[in-house]
C-alpha cells in the first residue's frame, strides 16, 4: 500500500473512497433476442429467470432487472438489452441457459457502450477490437430486428474464410463482417485466435436464431 499512498492521499483529498474501487456486489447478463418464440419477452423472461434460479439454487429475488438499460424507445434496442444483476459469486455457467447461448455474462459497461452507439436496422457499425465477441452479439441483435440473415454460400476454408451457416457473416483473420438486410455489422481483431472466440459465441446464438 506504500507505493499507492500518495494516489490514495489524492484520492480522499478529492472525496473519493477506496470502497469505490471495490469489486461490485452483482455480475451481470444478457439475454439473447429470439430466445423464446415470441419476441414480446415479458413471459418468456419470466421463465428464463425462474430456471436461472432453479439451476444456480437462488431465490428470484436474488436477479434484478437492470432498468436503466434497454428502455429504449427503439424496439429492437430494447429487446436486444435486457440485462439482469445476480450476485457475484453465482457461477454462472452452472445455469443451463448460459451454457447453451440463451444469456450471456455481459457487464453493463458494455451494454452501456452498446447502448450508446444507438444501433438500429439498417444501420453500418465498426466495432473495433470485437472480441471476445459480447458486444458485436449485442450490436447484432439490434441491427438484426431479431431476424435471421441468409447465407450467401460462402465457405472456402482454403482462403481462410468462414461463414456460419444461416447467417450473413464471413470472418478472416482479422475481420468478420454480418450482414441483414441493408444492415452491416463489422468487427476487427488482431487476433485470428480471438476471432475463433467471436466466431463460437456467434453459433451458439444461433441456435436460437
Known amino acids: 500500500m506504500e507505493r499507492w499512498k500518495g494516489t490514495l492521499e489524492w484520492l480522499s483529498s478529492e472525496g473519493v473512497t477506496p470502497a469505490a474501487f ?4 452483482k455480475r ?5 433476442r429470439n430466445c423464446h418464440t415470441d419476441d414480446n419477452c415479458s413471459d418468456g423472461d419470466e421463465l428464463l429467470l425462474r430456471e436461472v434460479c432453479d439451476d444456480l439454487r437462488l431465490a428470484p429475488s436474488a436477479l434484478t432487472r437492470v432498468k436503466w438499460l434497454g428502455s429504449s424507445d427503439s424496439f429492437d434496442q430494447a429487446q436486444s438489452l435486457r440485462f439482469y444483476g445476480l450476485p457475484a459469486d453465482a457461477p454462472l455457467l452452472r445455469a443451463r441457459p448460459a451454457r447453451d447461448g440463451r444469456i450471456y455474462g455481459m457487464d453493463v459497461a458494455s451494454g452501456a457502450a452498446v447502448a450508446a452507439v444507438g444501433a438500429l436496422p439498417g444501420m453500418r457499425v465498426l466495432d473495433l477490437c470485437c472480441s471476445p465477441g459480447g458486444k458485436l452479439h449485442a450490436l447484432f441483435d439490434c441491427l438484426s430486428s431479431g431476424g435471421s440473415p441468409k447465407s450467401s454460400g460462402i465457405d472456402d476454408p482454403a482462403k481462410g474464410a468462414y461463414l456460419i451457416p444461416g447467417w450473413g457473416i464471413e470472418a478472416t483473420s482479422s475481420r468478420m463482417a454480418c450482414k441483414y438486410g ?17 466466431r463460437s459465441l456467434l453459433e451458439k446464438a444461433l441456435l436460437w436464431r
Open 22 to 25: 471495490s469489486p461490485p456486489p
Open 28 to 32: 451481470y447478463f444478457r439475454v439473447c
Open 182 to 198: 441493408r444492415s452491416e455489422l463489422h468487427g476487427v481483431d488482431v487476433s485470428m485466435e480471438r476471432m475463433h472466440v467471436c
